[in-house]
């Protein structure tokens, strides 16, 4: 059975994607002088240290081929609709 959830922990991932955004934003919609001096570039690295954490947290250790399989199942789940989320509803008006 997998860990309690680290709720505070993930919800800080939603401020390192927000900054990363924002960074690449820069200059293209969003004047380039918007959070000057901030290290948004460093957002990326923020965000995958905090997520290993927490994935090694929730998933302390996978002892059985049933363990790993569930944690790919449902790693699998959580990111794989994501990009045919986003490009799905844009792909009709790309072939306009």
Known sequence: ???QKL????????FAAIAIL????????LPKEVLE?????NGVA???VLSGFILAYVYPSLDTPA??????????????PRPYGGV???LPAARG
């Open 1 to 3: 059975m997998p860990a």
């Open 7 to 14: 709720d505070t922990l993930t919800g800080l991932r939603f």
């Open 22 to 29: 924002i960074h690449h934003l820069r200059g293209f919609g």
């Open 37 to 41: 001096g901030w290290a948004l570039d």
């Open 46 to 48: 923020f965000f995958f």
């Open 67 to 80: 363990a790993v399989r569930r944690f790919y199942v449902a790693r699998f789940a959580r990111i794989w």
């Open 88 to 90: 799905g509803p844009v």
